[in-house]
């Protein structure tokens, strides 16, 4: 059964930084591209970054140049720096699809962010 256990949220100022982590069990990580998504209130869920099995990194123009994705064998994370209020959101990883909007299995519980003064 595949687990996504997403953690490292929480409320920080305009301009500061989190690390975000996403635990996975349940299916071999190192042979699937990852993505963390996002949704804000009112607005779908989409995938903001990404990275294959080869290490190749791909970012929402959003969110491109201040978040960085990275993997090692068990986990999935997200590196977040100067953080706007437009960043609140709700963040998910999972396995990426076809669509920036659908993930490849059922989703975790995700890690709430807050960017406020």
Do not use: H
Not at 1 to 22: H, N
Request: net charge neutral; glycine share 14%.
């Amino acid at each position: 059964q595949v687990q996504l256990v997403e953690s490292g949220g929480g409320l920080v100022q305009p301009g500061g930084s989190l690390r975000l982590s996403c635990a996975t069990s349940g299916f071999i990580l190192s042979i699937n591209d990852m993505g963390w998504y996002r949704q804000a209130p009112g607005n779908e869920r989409e995938l903001v970054a990404s990275i294959t099995t080869g290490g190749t990194r791909n970012y929402a123009d959003s969110v491109r140049g201040r978040f960085t994705i990275s993997r090692d064998n068990g986990s999935v994370y997200l590196q977040m720096n100067s953080l706007k209020p437009e960043d609140t959101a709700v963040y998910y990883c999972n396995g990426i699809t076809a669509s920036a909007y659908i993930g490849r299995w059922a989703w975790g519980q995700g890690t709430q962010v807050t960017v406020s003064s």
